[in-house]
């Protein structure tokens, strides 16, 4: 069966720290790699996505995310956080038309 | 431009009640979606609409029916509510269900409690 694992779910950083969330998934064929965002409060939103191409994709609000197909992992990363980052993150691989979403990471910014 | 909007926000209910919970989309979208969100658990799918006039069972089905009402609506019924129904609902949709570069856009949520 097919299922995503998020390494991390509580991370807590100061602000200007560099941040990596880990996103495994386990499938053997071709995916569409989700992560999307809850800030406090709103509905979930997407942040990026990969189809195809180049590995390294750019979302919103300076995140970036590497897709490694060797590794079947998706991680989430952005070089310096700031406060307004405080949220949930979620990782979702779609795969033979199933979205499968990880637990996902709350993710805290200490001003 | 509303998106997908979800009603109500808040409700309690009594164990046995029934409630239908609302969702209508306004970006001509295909595909609905239902899912549940419970702590560590992430998102699970209770049912999904890939097109109107047709609704499939997702992960976690037991203890809801949904209908796709038309394009734009696609409610969720509890028909007899347990606790274990507790947790917060979400509606989203998609252009279509299954196609590249599609993401599901989301609703603010609906938090049910059930005692």
């Known amino acids: 069966a097919q299922s995503v694992s998020q390494h991390n779910h509580h991370v807590i950083l100061s602000e200007a720290a560099s941040l990596e969330l880990g996103c495994n998934y386990s499938?053997?064929?071709?995916?569409?790699l989700f992560w999307y965002v809850q800030y406090p409060g709103q509905h979930l939103q997407l942040l990026l996505k990969?189809?195809?191409?180049d590995p390294l994709v750019k979302g919103i609000k300076g995140f970036e995310a590497e897709f490694i197909k060797s590794k079947f992992s998706f991680n989430l990363r952005k070089p310096s956080v700031q406060w307004s980052d405080t949220a949930e993150y979620f990782c979702a691989v779609e795969g033979n038309y199933q979205l499968i979403w990880g637990a996902g990471t709350k993710l805290i910014i200490k001003p | 431009n509303a998106g997908v909007t979800q009603t109500p926000k808040f409700q309690v209910l009594k164990t046995g009640q029934s409630m239908t919970l609302q969702c209508a989309q306004d970006m001509n979208h295909n595909s609905m979606y239902w899912y549940r969100q419970d702590p560590g658990m992430g998102l699970r799918l209770i049912y999904y609409s890939a097109s109107e006039g047709t609704t499939d069972k997702g992960e976690v089905p037991n203890g809801y029916n949904v209908s796709r009402l038309n394009k734009r609506e696609f409610s969720l019924r509890l028909e007899s509510a347990a606790p274990s129904q507790t947790s917060v609902y979400f509606c989203?949709?998609?252009?279509?269900?299954?196609?590249?570069?599609?993401?599901?856009?989301f609703g603010d949520g609906t938090r049910l409690s059930i005692l």
């Open positions: 499938y053997g064929g071709t995916v569409n």
């Open positions: 990969y189809f195809s191409g």
């Open positions: 989203a949709s998609s252009e279509s269900r299954g196609i590249r570069n599609q993401p599901q856009h």
